[in-house]
């Protein structure tokens, strides 16, 4: 059996997130990593956690720490995440999970040679309301149209209409729609539908990054999936599967939805969608994985991501 204890790299909200989700699923976080040692301490002391590092190779030779979660930009996520599994730590990725796909394949290529556990922290494909969107569909199949919306105004959007250049909304260094809310969509598609045949992504760009943007993923069997994501825009988040016997919408973002209608002739009905902590959940699922030494359940989740960089990587090669 193999219990977690977690070093954390990155001092963001999503990584204050997780630390919190972490100690509520009875995971140890044992000390965390930022440049600034200032800011590393600084999280130690918030969550009680015992070491703060600046230095990498100093947290990656702590024989205490067996797991590394990545929360940096998400342009650093491969040559962290490799650095850690060559030096035998597993390793949770913060979504997405690289920007390449090739990035994606050598890094599990490392993890399955080197025995680690290599996860992505996307939230939405561990979660019951998925489990329970599937067993719904039957109910308005055939399905022709879906559409999966996540956009939100960026806390960094002014900044960067005035000239400035935040993380994620630098292209270079993996900013956008596409990859920060648009990654959501995709691997929601993918757990419902699978593999598309044919696909195309177009953006609104503005110095190089596409602050929203239009996925369409088209399926053999005739379904056409719209996966809108905005940085720039407020929007009706939610998604809305379209069949001949009637539709089912969900209300709020993809992955966290908080209710789910089903419209059909003469038939109306409306449910409440599981309300948990996602990350939580989430967490518990590879706390479960790594203590039972689930092989399988961990290839399962790997391939799952390896599907969606393929996607991501051939969206983001073929803007428009």
Do not use: W
């Not at 990587?313 to 803007?319: A, K």
């Amino acid at each position: 059996m193999i219990k977690m204890c977690v070093g954390t790299l990155g001092t963001s909200s999503i990584c204050e997130t997780l630390i919190k989700a972490f100690q509520k699923a009875e995971i140890e976080v044992g000390a965390c990593y930022s440049r600034s040692l200032e800011k590393a301490k600084g999280l130690c002391a918030k969550y009680d956690i015992a070491k703060a590092y600046d230095n990498y190779d100093a947290l990656l030779s702590d024989e205490g720490i067996n797991t590394i979660y990545i929360a940096l930009p998400n342009s650093l996520h491969y040559s962290y995440a490799k650095k850690a599994l060559l030096r035998n730590k597993h390793v949770i990725l913060e979504k997405p999970f690289v920007l390449k796909y090739e990035e994606a394949k050598e890094l599990k290529d490392i993890a399955y040679k080197q025995k680690r556990y290599l996860f992505e922290a996307v939230t939405s494909i561990h979660q019951n309301n998925i489990k329970k969107l599937k067993e719904m569909i039957k109910e308005v199949a055939p399905l022709h149209l879906a559409q999966f919306s996540y956009s939100k105004v960026s806390r960094n959007y002014e900044k960067f209409k005035a000239g400035e250049l935040p993380n994620n909304f630098n292209y270079e260094m993996g900013g956008g729609a596409l990859y920060d809310l648009g990654v959501y969509n995709i691997h929601m598609a993918y757990c419902l539908f699978g593999k598309p045949d044919q696909m195309a992504y177009v953006q609104n760009t503005i110095r190089g990054c596409d602050c929203s943007g239009v996925a369409t993923l088209k399926y053999k069997d005739g379904l056409v999936v719209s996966c809108l994501a905005g940085k720039d825009v407020f929007a009706a988040n939610g998604i809305v599967l379209m069949g001949e016997k009637g539709y089912i919408q969900t209300i709020d973002v993809p992955s966290k939805p908080t209710r789910f209608i089903i419209e059909k002739k003469d038939f109306h009905k409306e449910s409440p969608a599981e309300l948990t902590n996602p990350y939580v959940v989430m967490l518990k699922v590879f706390k479960k994985i790594m203590e039972n030494e689930d092989y399988d359940q961990h290839k399962q989740l790997l391939e799952h991501s390896l599907e969606v960089m393929k996607i991501m990587t051939f969206l983001d090669e073929h803007r428009r």
